[in-house]
């Protein structure tokens, strides 16, 4: 079958390689039919990273199941479903697992990446998608999961003040959100002017552009100095974590929806971390009940317009290009 390879180096070029075939009763083998890209895809392939190893590139996807084993029939899941979800295999016997936490997963399988014609996954892998949604939307169903997992633990209430740093794809969906919770303002603070365009669109309250130092004594300021009862941090920028620690709020919640470079130490402020009992938490990955319930943001959440360019597969090479060049929230790739 027709494939994208990654190498270690991150780029990638089209290859030939085995279709993949049904050997479990608990497996489904999906035809893509639409994948997204953003900027985790561009990273170059590390051991300890989950979404950057070598083989095949890709990881969002939707498609529609072409066959699958008997335990995955006894699920409810047959041929011809439209189907998204996610590459993870959490283990299901660890002690998280067990206990419905399959975001702590100890034991995680990540599956071949999904720019190709075939993949196969374990049923429990595998969300079914209405039929009022559309491939192209449908294949969001994984990064909303991330977002939706961040949101749960924010516990953002009926007025509270939210501040987002970052206006990529999980802040923007982030902020959504908020607003749907019931947030009383939401501040973003993103770089680039196309997407703060989108969070103003989107009913970001305050967008500001962190050009110097001078925008955390603002974010302080438009909280009379009291800080945001909850911050997340959800673009890849080292010298945003101490600023974030800064504007938020004793007793908040501060998340993060990325991780650094392995190697990467972060410092902060340990006054301010203790003596204000901030909550520090991350949102990588989810749970099953999480993954599932996503599909029911989706249909609540303007997702289209972060959508930003599409592609055929043929050309997916010039969606890597025109991505690693814009830095949009996700471009989409229409399968083979």
């Given at each position: 079958?027709?494939?994208?390879?990654?190498?270690?180096?991150?780029?990638?070029?089209?290859?030939?390689?085995?279709?993949?075939?049904?050997?479990?009763?608990?497996?489904?083998k999906?035809?893509?039919?639409?994948?997204t890209?953003?900027?985790?895809?561009?990273?170059?392939?590390?051991?300890?990273?989950?979404?950057?190893?070598?083989?095949?590139?890709?990881?969002?996807?939707?498609?529609?199941?072409?066959?699958?084993?008997?335990?995955?029939?006894?699920?409810?899941?047959?041929?011809?479903?439209?189907?998204?979800?996610?590459?993870?295999e959490?283990?299901?016997?660890?002690?998280?697992?067990?206990?419905?936490?399959?975001?702590?997963?100890?034991?995680?399988?990540?599956?071949?990446?999904?720019?190709?014609?075939?993949?196969?996954?374990?049923?429990?892998?595998?969300?079914?998608?209405?039929?009022?949604?559309?491939?192209?939307?449908?294949?969001?169903?994984e990064?909303?999961?991330?977002v939706?997992?961040?949101?749960?633990?924010?516990?953002?209430?009926?007025?509270?003040n939210?501040?987002i740093?970052?206006?990529?794809?999980?802040?923007?969906?982030?902020?959504?959100?908020?607003?749907?919770?019931?947030?009383?303002s939401?501040?973003?603070?993103?770089?680039?002017?196309?997407?703060?365009?989108?969070?103003?669109?989107?009913g970001?309250?305050?967008?500001?552009?962190?050009?110097d130092?001078?925008?955390?004594?603002?974010?302080?300021?438009?909280?009379?100095?009291?800080?945001?009862?909850?911050?997340?941090?959800?673009?890849?920028?080292?010298?945003?974590?101490?600023?974030?620690?800064?504007?938020?709020?004793?007793?908040?919640?501060?998340i993060?929806?990325?991780?650094?470079?392995?190697?990467?130490?972060?410092?902060?402020?340990?006054?301010?971390?203790?003596?204000?009992?901030?909550?520090?938490?991350?949102?990588?990955?989810?749970?099953?009940?999480?993954?599932?319930?996503?599909?029911?943001?989706?249909?609540n959440?303007?997702?289209?317009?972060?959508?930003?360019?599409?592609?055929s597969?043929?050309?997916?090479?010039?969606?890597?290009?025109?991505?690693?060049?814009?830095?949009?929230?996700?471009?989409?790739?229409?399968?083979?």
């Amino acid at each position: 079958m027709k494939a994208l390879w990654r190498f270690h180096t991150g780029t990638q070029s089209f290859c030939d390689t085995d279709e993949p075939e049904i050997r479990q009763p608990d497996d489904v083998k999906i035809r893509v039919t639409y994948n997204t890209i953003g900027i985790q895809d561009m990273r170059m392939a590390r051991e300890w990273d989950f979404y950057a190893k070598a083989g095949i590139a890709g990881y969002e996807m939707a498609g529609i199941i072409e066959e699958l084993g008997e335990e995955a029939k006894s699920h409810g899941l047959y041929a011809g479903q439209r189907v998204s979800g996610t590459i993870v295999e959490f283990c299901g016997k660890c002690f998280y697992c067990n206990r419905h936490q399959e975001n702590l997963c100890l034991s995680p399988k990540i599956h071949s990446g999904t720019l190709c014609e075939f993949v196969i996954w374990k049923w429990h892998q595998v969300i079914p998608l209405p039929d009022s949604m559309s491939y192209r939307i449908g294949t969001l169903t994984e990064p909303v999961a991330v977002v939706a997992m961040a949101a749960d633990k924010m516990r953002i209430q009926k007025g509270d003040n939210i501040c987002i740093f970052g206006g990529d794809f999980n802040g923007l969906v982030l902020l959504q959100m908020a607003k749907r919770l019931g947030a009383g303002s939401v501040t973003v603070i993103e770089g680039k002017k196309y997407n703060r365009e989108l969070a103003v669109k989107m009913g970001a309250d305050v967008v500001i552009e962190p050009a110097d130092d001078i925008y955390v004594t603002q974010l302080l300021k438009n909280t009379d100095f009291i800080g945001y009862q909850s911050v997340a941090v959800t673009s890849s920028h080292p010298e945003w974590i101490q600023a974030a620690v800064n504007v938020t709020a004793p007793g908040g919640n501060l998340i993060f929806t990325l991780y650094f470079d392995y190697g990467k130490d972060i410092a902060v402020n340990s006054i301010k971390l203790f003596r204000s009992s901030i909550n520090i938490s991350s949102s990588i990955l989810y749970t099953r009940e999480v993954l599932h319930s996503s599909i029911e943001w989706m249909g609540n959440l303007s997702l289209e317009c972060l959508i930003t360019k599409e592609y055929s597969f043929s050309s997916a090479l010039e969606a890597f290009e025109e991505e690693s060049s814009n830095l949009y929230p996700r471009i989409g790739i229409v399968g083979i």
